[in-house]
């Protein structure tokens, strides 16, 4: 039991992300967090950031010792409660930085409506530029999105800031922290979104999925096909570009790790994604096979969404988890859809976080009801989080708070093996976008 609350889970970084488990050692209480706690690295103002800081602040989260595995990649809460149920830790392979004043430079047209983004996207070279001066193994990728309004002014602008090579602190933990042989697994976002490239190292990002817009839903007719007011200075530039989407990894990192990995013997795995909601159905699927396997009902399943999740206490209890990135319709659908397809749950509980704004594409809360009332016996969608959406917040700890109460599921069962979840992953996801390598 001390050996499992070495492995809570931890953090929200960036909208919809996750921060690698807030390890407590054994004995101690495990720290809160709150939304605005996590949520992006922050940097004083007039201070050079340097990424290898970062990293190594990452790391440092975790407690002293020797682990059996590592999950890094992009950030997904389905990837943390992997990490979970193999007893190891989670690390991203980027970080996010506030840029609340791209905001201001959104190229606004007289009726108050955003354009093109053009003046928001060169102020967000020139943010950049510092950045990559003074870390050269990193890309930028400005986000920017006029429609979203969420939790936070931040999640409007942000600077997404991706590793293209391993960095120090992630070296000495491969080197000196995993236990001989053990696996190294890299979950990877692939799905695609329309950027304009600008010097190197940067790119600049319209819109997210956070709102539920496709890409071609934040550029007009002409911009898409056609030259934009960009970057570079020239007045005319190349049109946006299908590119990967900000939450992917960059490739140079994948390849640095798996030369870095294989010469101190830690074979790495990849899995792949088309869509955030493929990876949650898998790890479902895989979480009910482990608990069945070890005499458990696994009939219980809780929906998680958002920053409102808690690892630690599902392993705890013998949940199945599911997790939305975002409370949208489309997420609740497919949802719905991997309900219909599974064997009935007796219970499911499910935490809808407020986004915040209500926006035609988000969920309404009789979506999540419905979502519910697919258990057998007892259905429930927190009071709390109904009280408060779409328009308000709920802390990230009120994940804890309910999951807290779930009974303990014990004894606990060995954690899953690195094989073992790879194989029911790829069983899992042959026909729904997910590739393991």
């Known amino acids: 039991m001390a050996h499992r609350a070495r492995h809570r889970a931890g953090h929200r970084l960036g909208p919809g992300a996750v921060l690698p488990p807030r390890c407590a050692p054994p004995g101690r209480r495990r720290p809160r967090w709150s939304a605005a706690r996590g949520r992006h690295a922050r940097r004083d103002p007039g201070t050079t950031l340097d990424a290898g800081v970062v990293a190594r602040w990452l790391v440092g989260q975790l407690p002293p010792g020797r682990y059996n595995g590592l999950v890094i990649g992009s950030p997904h ?221 696994g009939n219980r399943l809780v929906v998680e969404c958002g920053r409102l999740l808690d690892p630690w206490h599902v392993v705890r209890a013998g949940l199945v988890p599911y997790w939305c990135e975002y409370p949208l319709r489309s997420a609740v659908r497919a949802l719905s859809w991997w309900l219909a397809g599974s064997e009935p749950f007796t219970c499911v509980d499910v935490l809808p976080e407020p986004p915040g704004v209500a926006l035609p594409t988000t969920a309404p809360l009789a979506e999540w009801e419905a979502v519910a009332a697919f258990a057998s016996r007892r259905a429930l969608v927190d009071a709390r989080c109904a009280r408060a959406y779409p328009s308000g917040t709920v802390p990230a700890h009120h994940a804890t708070q309910v999951l807290r109460t779930q009974p303990h599921d014990l004894p606990y069962l060995p954690y899953l093996s690195a094989e073992e979840a790879l194989t029911g992953l790829a069983e899992r996801g042959q026909t729904d976008g997910l590739l393991i390598l």
């Open 77 to 297: 809460g389905a990837a943390l409660h992997l990490a979970s149920a193999l007893g190891v830790p989670w690390l991203p392979a980027a970080f996010e930085l506030p840029t609340a004043d791209i905001a201001t430079h959104d190229g606004m047209s007289p009726n108050g409506v955003g354009a093109d983004g053009a003046a928001a996207a060169k102020a967000g070279e020139r943010n950049a530029r510092g950045i990559l001066d003074a870390n050269p193994d990193v890309t930028v990728r400005q986000v920017y999105d006029p429609v979203w309004r969420g939790w936070s002014a931040t999640s409007t602008a942000y600077a997404v800031v991706r590793w293209q090579r391993l960095p120090e602190a992630y070296r000495e933990l491969v080197a000196d922290r995993l236990r001989p042989g053990a696996p190294i697994i890299v979950t990877r976002d692939v799905s695609r979104w329309l950027t304009l490239a600008g010097p190197a190292g940067y790119s600049f990002q319209l819109g997210g999925r956070a709102t539920g817009l496709t890409p071609g839903d934040y550029y007009d007719r002409r911009t898409a096909n056609g030259p934009v007011p960009g970057l570079g200075g020239n007045g005319t530039e190349e049109g946006p570009q299908d590119s990967d989407g900000e939450r992917s990894v960059d490739r140079g990192f994948v390849e640095d790790l798996r030369r870095f990995a294989s010469a101190h013997g830690h074979p790495v795995r990849q899995v792949l994604y088309r869509h955030p909601d493929v990876l949650s159905g898998a790890v479902a699927d895989v979480y009910r096979d482990w608990l069945r396997a070890g005499s458990r009902t």
